[in-house]
């Protein structure tokens, strides 16, 4: 079963935070101040717990707006999002501008010049691994205050906030997080440059497969 809602918030950028440190060896966060329509939204980035072996990886890239699709030109606000590639939902498995190597979109390995090709077009973005401080740095290095953000995730069930805004499939067997797992509902921050062009942070969970089924459960 997927994420319960699953869209995208565009607001511009107040601020940001990292959680406070502490010893309870929580889910470690950095939080976005966000304002939009309806008022200032909490956005929680996950990346990992202080404490836990669990791992975090990331990836920082900067794409155009067609990458983007439709939600590129969204009004400020939260918007649903359906969850296929036409609706501008990421997803870091099947997403041509995401993925590590576009090749690994086809069934079988395309030829040689294709493989060229794609790469030219669409580079290779290998995952970075490090721990929650290395994830926080990297997120922050694209964050400006005042600028456009949009935070793909899941709206908090009481009051203005996202969560949810990493990798939401891939989880394994028996996880808590199985249940949650699905297909084009990743999360992730994307920052508008003046250029036009949008600096997108995204991260995963080393439990997390990289391979999933249509249900996005490992495959």
């Known amino acids: 079963m997927p994420l319960d809602r699953y869209g995208v918030l565009v607001g511009v950028l107040r601020d940001h935070f990292r959680d406070k440190p502490d010893t309870q060896g929580r889910w470690y966060h950095v939080n976005l ?6 008022g200032g939204y909490r956005c929680a980035i996950d990346v990992d717990s202080k404490q836990s072996s669990i791992g975090v990886q990331w990836k920082t890239l900067t794409v155009a707006p067609a990458a983007l699709g439709p939600v590129a030109a969204s009004q400020d606000g939260y918007h649903d999002l359906v969850s296929s590639p036409a609706s501008g939902a990421f997803d870091y498995i099947r997403h041509p501008a995401l993925v590590d190597n576009p090749g690994c979109l086809f069934v079988l390995r395309p030829p040689s ?3 060229r090709l794609l790469s030219l077009f669409f580079p290779r973005r290998p995952w970075k691994a490090g ?3 290395d994830a926080s740095v990297a997120l922050e290095s694209i964050l400006r205050p005042g600028r456009r953000i949009l935070v793909f995730g899941e709206p908090f069930t009481v009051g203005l906030g996202m969560h949810n805004v990493h990798q939401n499939q891939g989880d394994p067997a028996g996880s808590r997080w ?5 297909i084009w509902q990743d999360g992730g921050t994307v920052v508008e440059r003046p250029d036009g062009k949008f600096d997108v942070f995204i991260s995963k969970f080393s439990t997390q497969a990289d391979r999933t089924d249509d249900a996005g459960h490992p495959g």
């Open 33 to 38: 101040e966000v304002d939009g329509p309806a």
């Open 131 to 133: 721990s929650n401080v």
């Open 178 to 182: 199985w249940k949650e797992n699905g």
């Open 113 to 115: 010049w294709l493989q």
